[in-house]
């Protein structure tokens, strides 16, 4: 038998693989569904690529690729066998086991797995089952034991994410405390050194309470309890809001990292802090609540209300109602895409091309975008993987008293792992295990589908919309029109414009008191902001900085309002909730609104110049260069003024320096705080981190924006990735190609300069053979077909060379908003609420349920329909 096994995989041995450091194998999770080894035909891992395929799917990737062997992992879940005084009798472990796989559902105590492995070769489904030590060759032995005891395909991509371990410090055993009769109250804290609330380290020698740097995690600080350090060399202290009876977070700054004190509890009881005592920081949905205590009980009330929380919700299941399984601070994505895929046109472009998409994907599909969203979609819309519990079950469930455990084989929704190491990848926020904005991470993914929607249909397109920017220089009343595509509207909520302003008076100053005389704070009291106001607030005009007037030709006063070109199919309106203090901590304004179910957008559609109005000539800002270069160009181009230690302060932040240096430039040198805006303007650019390159110095007859490619060098051919965003967007390959090189390839700037050059008859008519003459590389024409759509999609006034944009009625219907919950988007937990079949429908990572009370005045972001015109 050993000589026929041989013999048999003869002719597959050069296919058959032992992985190797690097390799990732996936034998959790197909690559086109959420099949799994605890699935009904269990998962096949191919043993050459080691990619995880169901039944359904792997015969496609055998004919694709020609790959025969495949180990088929299978997972039983059996009920525990009782013993005569009813335990559960104790079993020997199957040393048949594929170790590190991670479970799809929590496995109740009364149940146990049994795990099956077995070769199978293609296409007559010969099995050999394992371990056949014996019989097998000893490469397909090593390659099959190796294949068994390889650790998660997601491990190796996520070495950030892991948490060094933390030593205990030098000075924790020896420690001296100083006896000054310091005693830390429970409430009330500040920096001793300034006005800080935030961030605040006690010094555990001489009980000082400062504040520590500022992060860009939200935690704010001057920087005076590293101060304290250098004048005192007092080594240890622990920041004061995650002190618990568990531990609490402690620095050494001797030994500049975080550090353990086995006798923290004893440190502490010196200046009056009994940990043993103390309320545990409390976690709702696995994430933890890292509010500052002061803020607790307003965040305790809105998670309540946008959970619905004391109402007996009834679950739904079957299609469109699958829940997302949370893998830790992934809500924000969870929320996005429930609501991406309740809307049709989306749920078309991948699931109604599914097989397509899948026939077509890659060698390795976990890598392609598209087959990842079609994968997403065909498991929230299937059906699939949301199935009610049968009556049975139900019933036994409810005689055991188990209310609060599902059993094994209830699916907990999807889990977005793969698609998530796809999406993520690369992005310093996104790829980490950290709590993101909901309202980023919509427009990430709207980019990601932008560039890889060539060729296809665009989804994203119902988001579009062109928005008309009206500037006016104060001094001599001339103006500019111009238009920029957008995706999100954002909506201010003008704190000014309460209904309840005076009772909001009353509580801060309640507030105050408390603080003053190191009370508990008052109840806290909700803004409640008219929706009118809001949209009052975002037509209001708005100062430009540091404009240059062209009419002046000088640095001037200059206002914007911004009116709406064109309406998009699809409305998205954020709420800015989030904002930063004068120091600079981001703060969330607890606020509620009365958005409409109905919207009526009309009065906010652009009209462009008028009558009497007088434009602003179309010049450019002129190329100041210090006095002493002005000989040597190439040496101002080197070496601009940059404050580096502005440029020094943000990439302490975590920001790359280069990126830093170009936001300082950029901004002015008008300090970090303006500095870091730039820098969350321009953090999704390809060349965010490159180094400030600026163009050499041009005599005054040259203009920067000169739409001729011949002032262009030809070897200044702009990035190709760069070129497919704007060419995704509806703009002709040439007309992008001369506004990237005329804006030295920065993609926003080559927007407006898109918008403020718009191409000429004479250019489109020769643009069929300069793209032909032009094109060398075999993606090119793929970008020229995406630009290929019907008229209807455009605007009656849009040149065919603009942007595609769905025009229509400024009319809308709300069926979909995420909502927020926490100080912080960096913190907190987000749900989204969707209308379906004229219910509301709560998303609660895996958890779906019919809304009894939809907290629409709550929301973060808002989705709008637009209502078909009558």
């Known amino acids: 038998m050993a000589a026929d096994l041989g013999e048999l995989l003869v002719p597959y041995m050069p296919t058959i693989r032992v992985p190797r450091t690097g390799d990732r194998v996936f034998k959790s999770e197909c690559a086109f569904s959420y099949d799994s080894p605890e699935s009904e035909g269990g998962l096949y891992v191919c043993m050459n690529t080691f990619l995880g395929f169901g039944r359904e799917h792997v015969e496609r990737h055998y004919r694709k690729t020609g790959q025969s062997v495949y180990m088929h992992l299978k997972r039983h879940v059996k009920e525990k066998a009782t013993g005569a005084a009813g335990g559960a009798i104790p079993r020997r472990r199957n040393g048949k086991v594929f170790l590190d796989l991670e479970l799809n559902r929590d496995i109740n105590e009364e149940y146990e797995c049994e795990d099956e492995a077995k070769l199978v070769i293609f296409p007559d489904h010969f099995e050999i089952p394992l371990p056949n030590i014996e019989e097998l060759p000893a490469l397909v032995t090593i390659a099959c034991d190796a294949v068994l005891n390889a650790p998660s395909a997601y491990k190796k991509q996520e070495p950030d994410s892991w948490e060094e371990e933390v030593q205990v410090s030098k000075h924790a055993r020896s420690l001296r405390q100083l006896d000054n009769g310091v005693r830390i109250p429970p409430s009330g804290w500040k920096c001793q050194k300034c006005e800080m609330r935030e961030n605040l380290w006690l010094n555990l020698t001489d009980g000082s309470v400062l504040c520590g740097k500022w992060f860009f995690d939200g935690a704010g600080g001057n920087g005076h309890a590293l101060e304290h350090y250098k004048g005192t060399k007092f080594p240890l202290a622990v920041k004061l809001d995650t002190i618990t009876p568990d531990g609490a977070d402690i620095y050494s700054f001797d030994e500049e990292e975080a550090v353990l004190d086995p006798d923290i509890s004893k440190h502490l009881q010196h200046f009056g802090i009994d940990m043993l005592q103390m309320q545990r920081n409390g976690t709702e949905n696995g994430h933890h609540n890292t509010d500052n205590s002061n803020e607790v009980r307003p965040r305790v009330s809105e998670w309540e209300v946008i959970q619905e929380a004391g109402m007996k919700l009834k679950a739904v299941y079957g299609s469109g109602f699958t829940g997302i399984r949370n893998l830790g601070n992934s809500c924000y994505l969870s929320s996005t895409l429930q609501v991406l895929f309740s809307i049709p046109e989306f749920q078309r472009a991948y699931v109604g091309n599914l097989q397509r998409i899948f026939d077509y994907s890659p060698l390795d599909p976990t890598t392609d975008f598209s087959t990842q969203m079609a994968k997403i979609g065909h498991g929230l819309l299937s059906g699939l993987y949301s199935k009610p519990p049968m009556k049975c079950e139900l019933i036994e469930q409810v005689m055991k008293e188990e209310h609060k455990v599902l059993d094994w084989h209830q699916p907990k929704g999807i889990s977005p792992k793969m698609f998530k190491a796809l999406v993520s990848r690369g992005h310093p926020e996104f790829s980490s295990n950290r709590q ?34 009206r500037v006016q220089c104060c001094q001599t009343q001339r103006v500019r029109y111009t238009q920029k595509v957008d995706y999100l509207m954002q909506l201010p909520a003008p704190m000014e414009a309460a209904s309840n302003r005076e009772e909001l008076i009353a509580y801060e100053a309640k507030r105050k008191e408390a603080e003053e005389n190191m009370r508990s704070p008052p109840e806290p009291v909700r803004a409640r902001i008219p929706f009118t106001a809001c949209l009052q607030a975002f037509t209001e005009p708005e100062n430009v900085p540091d ?11 200059g206002v914007k309002t911004s009116r709406f070109a064109s309406f998009p199919e699809y409305l998205v309106m954020q709420i800015k909730k989030f904002t930063f203090g004068v120091d600079w901590v981001p703060k969330k304004l607890d606020v509620s609104i009365d958005v409409p179910e109905f919207l009526d957008m009309s009065r906010l559609r652009g009209v462009g110049l008028q009558a009497g109005e007088e434009e602003l000539p179309d010049l450019t800002p002129p190329i100041v260069l210090p006095e002493d270069t002005r000989d040597n160009s190439m040496n101002s181009s080197d070496s601009p003024e940059i404050d580096e230690s502005a440029a020094m302060q943000l990439a302490e932040m975590g920001f790359p320096l280069e990126a830093c240096r170009k936001a300082v430039y950029y901004t002015g040198n008008m300090g970090p705080e303006m500095a870091f805006s730039w820098i969350i303007a321009h953090m999704e650019e390809p060349d965010f981190a490159e180094p400030l390159a600026l163009p050499s110095f041009m005599e005054p007859g040259s203009s920067l924006a000169s739409p001729g490619l011949s002032t262009a060098p030809l070897d200044n051919q702009p990035p190709e990735e760069s070129i497919a965003i704007l060419t995704s967007m509806g703009f002709p390959r040439r007309h992008t190609i001369q506004a990237l090189r005329a804006t030295n390839n920065n993609l926003e700037r080559a927007l407006d300069w898109i918008f403020s050059h718009p191409e000429r008859e004479e250019e489109e008519q020769s643009e069929d053979l300069s793209d032909m003459a032009d094109t060398t590389e075999p993606n090119d024409n793929a970008f020229s077909n995406a630009n290929t759509y019907s008229d209807s999609t455009l605007s009656p006034d849009q040149e065919p060379s603009g942007p595609r944009v769905k025009d229509g009625p400024g009319r809308y219907e709300l069926f979909a908003f995420i909502s927020h919950m926490g100080a912080s988007t960096m913190s907190g937990h987000y749900v989204c609420h969707i209308k379906k079949e004229g219910r509301w429908v709560i998303f609660n990572d895996h958890k779906v349920c019919l809304s009894e009370r939809p907290p629409k005045d709550l929301g973060y972001i808002y989705f709008y329909r637009r209502l078909s015109s009558r």
């Open 436 to 469: 993101q904005d909901a309202h980023e991470f919509f427009l990430h993914l709207i980019n990601l589908v932008e560039r890889n929607s060539a060729g296809s249909e665009n989804p994203s397109d119902m988001f579009r919309y062109l928005v008309e920017e």
């Open 547 to 557: 404009f240059w007037s062209p009419a002046l030709q000088a640095k001037s006063a």
